[in-house]
């Protein structure tokens, strides 16, 4: 019998577009098991091999297509520690979906949506995938950074028995998963249940705790046995052109935080405001371009407009997150940058200044060079821009620590294990790659974690360690 | 979870609340703040800590009654929980090893000046402070900078203290000679008039910033000021700059981003109609 790859059913578009609630709905029990049933159960999966953890895909599939959920959970959540997150925001059509054999002919198994499905399961029935948590080694660990990367280490890290503490500088655990992946993509709800899970298997997590300020890296090896920082890539690069300080300019960053940590959407309900504006554009073509220009359609905006560069072919962001947007009717406008930002004389913003772009010769990247055609300035009138075009790594927490190598864009330089320079300590996700994606930050943190396990069997008892 | 300790109302707006923070009232110093999330569902606002007690444990926030997130503040009692506190946040202050310093404090900003003085009191530095308020009674901190050097204390109508602007007290100071570096904390016109003044006499001059902030750790630049035409995120390079080379028209104006919706969340609160509301 020949079986066509399921559809995720869909909230409307244009009903949608103006509310919060997730995009993507799920699948019903009985359409996952049907996807489940496509996958050939390959000797050799390619899949396996486009996926960052090495996810052991047809071996969770096989469980789930014999309906046997448990199993299946149990296949998956021993690999990846957040399948319900990464079942919603990695870029599958470019990982493991795209080196399925199936895709050969047709459509490749959805690996995705099923990690979705099986991950959205175990959240219901905990009871039946517990953590199983090793005897207390008496080893403290410190986590830096509640983001993937650190929930993925310190759950690792608690389950070998170690006595987990996470810092977070902000007042909620996630990440980018709360402040920065808007509720549509992600359900905040979906992050509290793994925070949740991990404080069951005793990790600790201390919030409004900013390492490098409240305590310094130092301090930390000085109270732990290992620390692993995952402190990620967060500060705004703003585009250095004329009127950018000007009231109604905001980093995507600034503009998602404020809407979904601080929930301005529901201002004056909750106190944080935030320009809505009337038009909206956004510069970018990423993951985090499409939750800002989606976000502002989402709280009232008339236009939201999409201003990248290259052109649609070129742009990072999820091939689903896209086509999404184009559903929503966010507007694009490729082959064109921003020169200048136009105010009026309140300085207040009135529109965004660009130039008309050509793609050139490619670049070091292999990826076609934008010129610009001369004479071609124009003006998008809008009353708010969002900047986004990318992060660099926060300087706050190295700063602190002179002695921690980094490199040359100030990420922290580790080696094959994730171990920095300085002993005990490790380090991954955006914080040691620049911006890069939640399953390589949770790869980063897992690995670290089996590393850190061995370190911390030969390491020197607390109180011990030199510099 | 951060107990107030202790409450007292400064003069008409400003109160001040110490609040237990072991921690931030062992490491903090000079010139640093914190970012106060009173409770789920608040704003995040930076506030100064005005002053610390190590033995006790406890942190001084000095607050001006001037919207939602300040007034649901100052309407908190002794025994009444804070849900988060995070710092202490900011560069601490640059502080003179000798020599004499002059401190300018105008309305709560003499709170911010006062660990200012403090650290440089410390440090052996002599300390003039100038201080003012509208009338007697909007005077803050008067005793407490009195126990660290001289205080001069101006009122608009002269009620307490000299009659006039703390720039004019300044001036003369200034003129007299022998300042070797200037602290000037306040609203932004007098520390744009306090830079106006140090700056044709090339006395160094030091003013703390302070744009409107979310998450006060560098990560999404709403507080970026320009200083000597460059952009700076006031949380982890300020809040303290070179006040001869800051952008005061750039800083007000982004000041401003907000004020409709302020008007909105006051009035929502003085109808009775927000969830905490003042009690
Ligand atoms: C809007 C947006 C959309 C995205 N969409 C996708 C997507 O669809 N798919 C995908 O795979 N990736 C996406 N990404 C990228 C992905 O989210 C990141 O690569 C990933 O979150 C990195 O994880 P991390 O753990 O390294 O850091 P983060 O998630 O950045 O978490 C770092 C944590 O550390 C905290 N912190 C920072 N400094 C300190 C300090 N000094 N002390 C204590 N704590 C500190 C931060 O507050 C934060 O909670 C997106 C990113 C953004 C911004
Ligand atoms: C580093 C720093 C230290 C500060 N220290 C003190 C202090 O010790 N005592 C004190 O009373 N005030 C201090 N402030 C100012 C204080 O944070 C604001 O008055 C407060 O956030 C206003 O919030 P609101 O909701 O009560 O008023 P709103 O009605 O929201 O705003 C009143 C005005 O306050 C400013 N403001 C609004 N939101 C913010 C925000 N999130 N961050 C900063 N400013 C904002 C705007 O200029 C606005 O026009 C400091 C600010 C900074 C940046
Ligand atoms: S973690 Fe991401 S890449 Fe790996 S199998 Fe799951 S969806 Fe695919
Ligand atoms: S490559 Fe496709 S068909 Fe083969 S095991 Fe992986 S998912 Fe199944
Ligand atoms: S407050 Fe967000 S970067 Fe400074």
Redesign the interface.
Known sequence: MKIDRQKMSEQDPLQRSTNFGEVNLGLQEKVALLEAERCLQCRDPKCVSGCPVMVNIPQFLELLSEGNLAAAAQSLLNDNALPSVTGRVCPQETQCEIECIRGNKGLPVAVGYLERFVGDWARGNREQVPMQVAAPTGRKVAVAGAGPGGLTAAGELARRGHDVTIFE???KPGGVLV?GIPEFRLPKAIVEDEVARLQQAGVKIV????IG??YTIQELREQFDAVFIANGA???V?MNVPG??F??V??A??YL??VNL??AYQ???????V?VGRRVATVGGGNVAMDAARTAKRIGAEASIIVYRRTRKEMPARAEEIHHAEQEGIDFEFLVAPVEVIGDE??WVTGLKCVRMQLGAPDASGRARPEIIPGSEFVIPCDVVVVSIGTRA???LTATCPEMKLNKWGNIVVDENGMTNLPGVFAGGDIVRGAATVILAMGDGKRAAAAMDEYLKTAPPLGSQTV | MHEIIAKQGLSPNVTRLDVKAP??AK?RQAGQFV?V?RAE????IPLTIADADPEKGTIALVIQAVG??TR?LVAMEPGEFI???????GKPTELIEKGRALCVGGGVGTAVVHPIAQGLHRQGVSVHSIIGGRSKEWVIFEQELRQLGEVTVCTDDGSHGRKGFVTEAAKELLSAGGIDIVYAVGPVPMMRAVVNLTRPMGVHTIVSLNPVM?????????C?V?VDNQ?FFAC?DGPEFDGHLVDFE?LM??L???RE??Q??TH?CESG???VGLH
């Open positions: 500088a902000l007042h402040y919030c409004n705790t900013v300020r409240t967060g500060l705004p703003f950018e300080n009231k109604g905001y980093s960053n600034e935080t404020r601080m929930s201002f004056p309900q909750a106190d944080t405001p320009l309140k300085r926060n300087p706050l | 921690r931030l490491i970012i999330h569902g608040a704003e995040r939602k997130s649901d849900t988060g506190i995070a710092g202490p946040l979310v998450d006060g750790t560098g990560m999404c630049g709403g970026r320009t952009t982890v750039g104006d982004r401003g981003t907000y919706f302020e909105r969340a929502a109609q927000c969830k």
